[in-house]
DNA sequence: CGTATAGTTGGATGCATGTCAAACAGTTAG
DNA sequence: CTAACTGTTTGACATGCATCCAACTATACG
């Protein structure tokens, strides 16, 4: 089991995680991941409608803002939102996110 | 007094939303608003330490999200936050990043 | 009318981003 | 060992964006 680098709790920037959360497409994976829990990249990217390399683009753009942690485990490398972190750092932010991606059109 | 165009309440998207706000400069602006309701283009763009045309670009950005409100009277622009329709739209969401963005670095 | 004020627009520039395709790398299974 | 599986990296491309400067528009003031 490997571990990739992420960003510690407290350098978590703000701005960086509206970013991340600013794209359909993780926005879509963020959603999921809150839903499911823990899954591989190629569960979290089944019908995103892009290609897989597309997919580990973003899944990069979400670690590196701190929105979800990754570990590697074999040929898999399973992906989790870092809800903990997120929610002592920005109180309430990513469940008002969670909720609002969850509204009809 | 003239209004510029906006998106209905209904209209305004979170990831637009979210993108307006990831923004070091418009967090900076949404803050004073909250903060001090409405103003003019010049007291909230006050040492931004952006030239003027770069802020009146990030102010149509925040209006074209929703935003922000913007009416025209004489030769002043007044903006001010949509509070109650973000609220209304995306529940929590704005205090959530209001809070986050007064946090200590 | 002429000048100052408040903002916008257009051009230019450099950087970031979303996307796909193809090649690559590491791991597991036969 | 060979082949399949999981995901990353690189290149290419188009787009978007943050920024400044300069020119412009519109309004108000004398």
Redesign the interface.
Known sequence: MRLLPHPATEDIQ???V??A????VR?LVVGRLAAHGEMTCSTAGDDLGVHKSTASHHYRMLREAGVIMSKQEGRKKYISLRRDDLDA?????L???L???H?PV
Not at 21 to 24: A, C, F, K, R, T
Not at 89 to 93: A, E
């Open positions: 703000l701005t960086e509206l970013k959360l600013s794209d359909p926005l750092r920005f109180p309430g932010l469940d008002s996110v909720t609002a991606a509204e």
